[in-house]
C-alpha cells in the first residue's frame, strides 16, 4: 500500500486493512540506438526513443470504499542535435465507476495530462528544459478544472 498511484498513497476514507495490488507493464525502443548507459533511465544518445507503459491497480479495504483503475503514458524524445531534444507524452488515469480522488490537486474520475518539451544539455549532467502539459479531466461527479502548465527547469545532477 506503499506505492503511489496517480498521487493515491492514502487508503480510502475509513478503512480498515487496506492493500493494494498494482501490475505495470513498460516497452522501450531506441531507434539509432547510441553508445552511453541508460543512466537516468530517459536519457539516452539514441536519435530517439519512444516508451509506453500501461498498468492496474486494486485497492482492497475493511469499512471503506474499494477503489481500483488503470493508467498508462506513451512518450517519445528526438535528439535534434547533440544538445538539442524534443518530446512529447500522453498520460491518463482512469478510475473505474463512480469513483473519485484528489489528482494532481483535482477531484476527479479520469486525468489525461498532454506534455510537448524541448530541452538543452550543457552536460550529461545540466539540463535546461521548457515545457507546456495540457490536463484534462472529468466523469462522474467531476467539474473540468483548467489546470494547464508552462514550465522551465533547471536540473543538475550532483
Known sequence: SELSVAGLVAPPTGARNWKRHVWEGDLRFDFQKG????????????????????????????GGAERNGD????????????????????????????????????????????????????????????GYDHNENGGAGTQEASDDLISMFLAIRL
Open 35 to 62: 553508445t552511453k548507459p541508460l543512466n537516468p533511465p530517459l536519457f539516452s544518445d539514441s536519435k530517439a526513443i519512444g516508451r509506453v507503459s500501461y498498468g492496474q491497480f486494486d485497492d482492497s479495504a475493511s
Open 71 to 130: 493508467f498508462g503514458f506513451i512518450e517519445a524524445l528526438y535528439n535534434c542535435t547533440s544538445k538539442i531534444y524534443s518530446a512529447v507524452r500522453a498520460s491518463f488515469v482512469d478510475l473505474d465507476g463512480g469513483q473519485t480522488a484528489s489528482l494532481n490537486s483535482v477531484t476527479t474520475n479520469h486525468y489525461e495530462r498532454y506534455s510537448l518539451g524541448i530541452g538543452y544539455r550543457w552536460s550529461d549532467n545540466v539540463h535546461l528544459k521548457l
